[in-house]
């Protein structure tokens, strides 16, 4: 019985293995007559020396995948096993890999994609500008879409942090009768963000990230005084600001950054006399050519279909 070790290190292991290790058992299930065994960065596989080269040859075509799309779904695996125990000699392209509109892979094979043009925008928009803003009504998929490539960004290495933030008002609320300090006050209405994250970061590695600050979740208070080098900022109903605030988050941004603001103008929960500053920013700077302004609309919703009617609806009445 020959070995073969296969170095695992500076990979993500619960990505690679997968969540109780359902990528290896897969593995391992193909490959009865093989044993392979994970102990720390080392994958060390038993066998014969043809099953061994087989097996090599699927664990090194996961370990490009990772390192390319960072995450390595029960479905990829099975495609690759596929791929080497039973040839066809032609070139298959993989849906998963080649898809454009793919922005990353997130938590037990669910795809993060682009789903509506006014989406695509956005993200066409992040890519060639450094701060972004993404207008419009509820259900848009904007905030959704401003994480999605904030991860990406995170795990791509173009930024060492997120940080996302979002002003503490709401809409016939008061903040003060909640228990704990502000941040406290504020983390169940940051609840669709803390959604969006668990959808796309391992449990695991998002307890760690949020532990160790390289995802930051705060209230817009708390940005006041700092400078954000090498982030990803994301600005979240940010109709809710007053003007000084929109310029004192806008001037945090530091070098080799990136920064959404998103927010729906038909939304403001601040008081009649206070003018909104997303409102404002978008009069002030939509004449600089390195800022991009998108908007969504109702035909964007992404939630149920009656989402989209009762926006237009309200549409209507505001008319």
Known sequence: MLEKIISL????????????????????DAFPQTKIIARGDQLTL???????????AIVNQCLQHLEKHHSLTNAHIKAYIDAVLNPTGEEKETPWVEDKDVLLFGNKGLVIKVRTPNQRKLVEAAAKNDIVFAIGPAGTGKTYTAVALAVKALK???????????????????????PG???EK????????YDALDDM??????????????????PLA?????????????????????SMQMKMFLTRMGIQSKTIITGDKSQVDLPKNQTSGLGEAERILSGINEIAF???DGSDVVRHRLVRKIIEAYGKQSQ
């Open 9 to 28: 290190a500076d990979i993500s292991l619960i990505d690679f293995l997968g969540v109780s290790n359902s990528n290896l058992q897969i593995l391992t």
């Open 186 to 193: 504020i983390d169940p209405y940051l609840r669709p963000i």
């Open 222 to 242: 708390y940005m006041r005084g700092r400078t954000l080098n090498k982030a990803f900022i994301l600005l979240d109903e940010a109709q809710n600001t007053t």
């Open 156 to 178: 791509n290495k173009e930024v060492k942090k997120i940080i996302i933030t979002r002003p503490a008002v709401e809409a016939g609320e008061n903040l003060g009768f909640l």
């Open 46 to 56: 038993r066998g014969s020396d043809d099953q061994i080269a087989l097996v090599e």
């Open 294 to 296: 998108v908007e969504l």
């Open 181 to 183: 300090d502000l941040k």
């Open 201 to 218: 970061i391992p449990a695991e590695k998002l307890k760690f990230y949020l532990e160790n600050r390289t995802i930051e979740i705060a």
